[in-house]
């Protein structure tokens, strides 16, 4: 099976193609910005397997339907708005 993420509505992603998934924990400086990923381990590989995207499954990072009872909205959007980065040099 050619791997593949489908993003199912109001429900997880389903991931399929036996792509590898890996915990990890994102390490941030004092202002939120990523600085560094630090990995822990691999999941067990799994042909097909659906990922959690409400955050209420009690089996994270797998899907275990919760999204239906909570009402998940997964509706995503994204600001159009113009995104401007200033840099202050010294």
């Avoid at 791997?3 to 792509?19: A, E, F, Q, T, W």
């Amino acid at each position: 099976m050619e791997p593949r993420i489908r993003i199912l509505k109001d429900g997880p992603y389903l991931v399929m193609g036996n792509i590898p998934l890996y915990d990890g924990e994102i390490v941030t400086d004092e202002e939120g910005h990523t600085i560094d990923i630090i990995e822990k381990g691999e999941y067990p590989p799994r042909e097909t397997y659906v990922l959690c995207r409400c955050g209420g499954s009690g089996d994270k990072p797998y899907c275990d339907g919760t999204h239906s009872s909570i009402g998940f909205d997964g509706t995503e959007t994204a600001s159009r708005d113009p995104l401007y980065f200033t840099r202050s040099y010294i």
